[in-house]
């Protein structure tokens, strides 16, 4: 069992950057460096979306084209959380913005993980 906790959204402008937070609590048994962990955002109206994942211990990334060059997935398994480094943020870069962990192997498809957080809105106004 994961649970996850998303803080660092907010209103920024154009251009602006964001640092979003992921603090994960997991069961006793497993630690958080047996977790993939992904972030996914939901814009008005739409599906949510991937955005970036982390692997667990060699930290090897990936992310979307929309994002690649100006946001950074991140994490540091001793504290137990994962971050988005949100840089040049646009109007269409506003949504909520969810964490995800998934044991043993990644993947970029919202069905195949079992822990959220709550989200955190993120608004960039133009």
């Known amino acids: 069992q994961v649970q996850l906790v998303e803080s660092g959204g907010g209103l920024v402008q154009a251009g602006g950057s964001l640092r979003l937070s992921c603090a994960a609590s997991v069961a006793s048994g497993r630690t958080f460096s047996n977790y993939y962990v992904a972030w996914f955002r939901q814009l008005p109206g739409k599906e949510r979306e991937f955005v970036a994942l982390?692997?667990?211990?060699?930290?090897?990334?990936y992310h979307v084209n929309s994002v690649k060059g100006r946001f950074t997935i991140s994490r540091d398994n001793a504290k137990a959380m994962a971050y988005l480094q949100m840089n040049s943020l646009k109007p269409e870069d506003t949504a909520v913005y969810y964490c995800?962990?998934?044991?043993?192997?990644?993947?970029?498809?919202?069905?195949?993980?079992?822990?959220w957080g709550q989200g955190t809105q993120v608004t960039v106004s133009s």
């Open positions: 995800a962990a998934r044991y043993s192997t990644g993947s970029m498809y919202v069905g195949q993980y079992n822990y």
């Open positions: 982390i692997s667990p211990v060699d930290g090897s990334t």
